[in-house]
């Protein structure tokens, strides 16, 4: 059964940053790329970062976080993590993570970790 669990989420202030993390289990994670997804208030979830598979795998990130989020995984851990820095509040959204570079590979979902920045 695919599981992914995601964790760290909180509230921050604007220029802070936090650290997400996503454990993953019923799947070959290493033979598989790994992207963030996240969704705002009222709108639809988009997908935000991924990484190739391999411990040096290709990274891809949309223009609005380039430069300031940084994804990351452990193989051996089957973890995929999401560092974020210098937060805006057009950051706040609950964030997913899932199979597949810039693409989904499965239909399953976490329960996404809540991201509010604000004063």
């Known amino acids: 059964q695919v599981q992914f669990v995601e964790s760290g989420g909180g509230l921050v202030h604007p220029g802070g940053s936090l650290r997400l993390s996503c454990v993953t289990s019923g799947f070959a994670f290493s033979t598989y790329g790994m992207s963030w997804y996240r969704q705002a208030p009222g709108k639809e979830r988009v997908l935000i970062a991924a990484i190739n598979l391999g411990r040096g795998g290709d990274t891809k990130y949309v223009d609005s976080v380039k430069g300031r989020f940084t994804i990351s995984r452990d193989n051996t851990k089957r973890v995929v993590f999401l560092q974020m820095d210098s937060l805006q509040s057009e950051d706040t959204a609950v964030y997913y993570c899932?199979?597949?570079?810039?693409?989904?590979?499965?239909?399953?979902w976490g329960p996404g970790p809540q991201v509010t920045v604000s004063l």
């Open positions: 899932n199979a597949g570079f810039w693409t989904r590979q499965f239909t399953t």
